[in-house]
């Protein structure tokens, strides 16, 4: 087992390395500069800035110096917002992001997986087909779609929560609930087929023979199988979801770290988008290593085999 | 071949609907433009913002442009990005999952390595990175969605590599000194492209929803051209004062990846009954989440 860990975390780092320098090399290969305005700058003040930024020096010494930066946990400044860091724009973004995501994830997974095992034990029933058919319009329907008619609806027609920005609870409901949507129709989807194919395992009629009671094969012999994929669906799933909250950051003005992807993506912003791309890179990796972590407890046949 | 097609797309009442309501789009996509009396771009200035009506069935926009001319581009568009990128994911991941598959070893190793390395990057990341790189220039996006979008197939035809690299044709073939290109080209590739096809189809609605999310966050198609996603973008925007303009294109997006899901899923039925089911697939922007599958899967 703890050769298991030291080779996921070491395989985590690299792929964390590979991406910082793939991203960093990819933004300086652009053309156009962050400071090519509508107005050219005079040579004096461009190269001034330049040389402020670091950007004169050759491309390793630039890469060499924000791998150092890096390392001491430094994103570097903001090439648009002169008077914020990276750090700064994150950390004031990040606790909103992680607060809806980590919302919508609980939502997906505890309704989804709800969802999947009541469809899942009796496939072919109309309770399974009604079920699935919802979530298959949950997949069909993107975000993009669902959060600003549920604005509509539930904010300002209806007037039960509050239309946008931060401040109280209620604020969050609508956003995760909507970022959660399609995640828990994929999760629904997963969780029925599994716990379906589970209920024709040999094990579980075994102890349907041995007239065990409904609840606990449910719970002992169907669950922990069944959930196996769910589990590893979780991991992608979050990447998903943290990405998924740009729109969803965009339609409710939530202040997250989504918005300054996008304005930093809009206005050429290298080292914010960098930025982002890197905190969103970790998080997801870290996630990753959890999930194999929690999926390596819950299979036995992978803690042996490795 | 024909009569697998037939059952897929036609068998059974709900196959029949969504056949059809595909059709309908594509036709809407090609000859909408035609027929229609306006111009994507003209503007009704008797007509601003109005709601449908009979000479605008889909009503008009906040400048009295005719949407029904305009959500049958923004289809003409989003659908050809969507095949196109699906083309170019199947032009990198065919490839490269048949040659990963049919070498084996090292190479094989470390061609899927890159693969899990990829699935680590979601697919958003990716394509705002490009949008920044190359500013926002369309045809890039084909390319750079098709980029993003080739993972799953290589995994799958590595699969089905597997499967065919000891057939006695191959064998064959190599015997008789066919260079390892040849063999890729000519026996392996041509006996995985079902499955690759099939699961080919279950791109494209993943790539129409991201085509919609980038140009819904502004970063995609630009006016005056519009799409899907540009649509329901400038819907969302007037949707209190007219919610024709979000409701049209919104459902004509919905109905599409709703049909091709539902087609697609009967398809890899009929061709592969034995593959994983569609719960075990990645569903719209779900990216890779069947990638822990198919390793563990394969290491039993």
């Known amino acids: 087992m703890a050769r298991y860990v030291l080779r996921r975390l070491v395989w985590s780092l690299v792929t964390f390395w590979i991406i910082v320098t793939a991203v960093f090399f990819l933004l300086r290969l652009a053309p156009g500069g962050p400071f090519d305005g509508e107005r050219r700058l005079p040579a004096e003040v461009e190269a001034n800035l330049l040389a402020a930024y670091h950007l004169d020096e050759p491309l390793p ?28 724009l994150v950390a004031s973004g990040a606790p909103v992001s992680l607060l809806v995501g980590g919302l919508a994830l609980l939502l997906a997974a505890g309704i989804g997986i709800g969802i999947g095992a009541v469809a899942g034990l009796s496939p072919g029933s109309s309770w399974d087909r009604t079920l699935m058919g919802v979530t298959n319009l949950g997949l069909a329907l993107p975000a993009i779609v669902v959060a600003p008619v549920a604005l509509l609806v539930v904010s ?53 023979a041995k007239g065990l009671p409904r609840r606990r094969i449910l719970r002992r012999h169907v669950l922990p199988l069944a959930l196996l994929p769910v589990v590893s669906f979780l991991a992608p799933a979050a990447a998903s979801l943290l990405t998924g909250s740009v729109v969803i950051e965009q339609v409710f003005d939530l202040p997250g770290i989504g918005r300054y992807f996008v304005q930093g993506a809009l206005n050429r912003d290298y080292t914010l988008v960098m930025g982002v791309v890197i905190v969103y890179a970790a998080l997801i990796l870290v996630f990753n290593l959890l999930v194999d972590l929690a999926y390596a407890r819950l299979d036995p046949r992978i803690r042996i085999s490795l | 071949m024909g009569r697998a097609l037939y059952r897929a797309l036609l068998d059974t009442g709900l196959a029949r609907l969504c056949s059809g309501l595909l059709a309908g789009i594509i036709a809407l996509a090609l000859f909408g433009p035609l027929f229609s009396p306006w111009e994507p771009n003209e503007i009704d200035w008797n007509a601003l913002q109005a709601p449908p009506s009979a000479s605008h069935w889909f009503g008009t926009d906040l400048v009295g442009r005719d949407l029904l001319v305009r959500t049958a ?56 990175l490009l949008v920044v790189v190359f500013g926002r220039n369309p045809y890039l996006l084909f390319v750079g969605l098709g980029a993003v979008f080739w993972l799953d197939l290589a995994r799958i035809v590595r699969g089905q590599t597997l499967r065919v690299r000891h057939e006695a044709y191959v064998d064959a073939a190599r015997a008789m000194g066919a260079t390892t290109a040849g063999i890729l080209a000519r026996h392996v590739i041509p006996n995985v ?47 209190e004062s007219a ?23 009967r398809l890899r039925d009929q061709f592969d009954p034995r593959g994983p089911s569609s719960e075990h697939r990645r569903g719209p922007h779900l990216a890779g989440y069947n990638s822990r599958l198919s390793e563990t899967g394969s290491s039993l």
């Open chain 2, 243 to 265: 919610p024709w303009a979000l409701v049209f294109p919104a459902a004509l997006l919905a109905v599409t990846v709703w049909s091709i899901n539902m087609l697609g899923d």
């Open chain 2, 193 to 239: 492209a079902g499955p690759a096809l099939v699961y080919g189809t279950l791109t494209i609605p993943g790539v129409i929803l991201a085509e919609s999310f980038i140009s819904f966050l502004g970063l995609g198609v630009q006016e005056p051209n519009t799409s899907w996603g540009v649509l329901i973008a400038d819907g969302a925007q007037t949707m």
């Open chain 2, 73 to 128: 581009m923004g289809a003409q568009v989003s659908l050809s990005v969507a095949g196109v990128a699906t083309l170019v994911s199947m032009l990198i991941g065919v490839p490269w999952g048949a040659a990963a598959g049919y070498l084996g070893g090292r190479a094989d190793n470390l061609m899927m390595r890159i693969v899990d390395v990829l699935y680590a990057i979601p697919f958003v990341l990716v394509v705002i």
């Open chain 1, 156 to 208: 300002v027609w209806l007037g039960w929560l509050p239309t946008g920005g931060i401040g109280s609870p209620a604020h969050y409901i609508l956003p995760a609930l909507t970022l959660a949507a399609p995640f828990t129709a994929a999760i629904a989807r997963l969780t029925r087929g599994s716990v379906a194919e589970t209920m024709t395992e040999p094990h579980v009629r075994t102890a349907r």
């Open chain 1, 61 to 88: 010494t630039q890469y060499a110096r924000y791998l150092g930066m890096l390392f001491q946990g430094d994103l570097g400044p903001s090439f648009k917002q002169k008077d914020f860091s990276v750090n700064d």
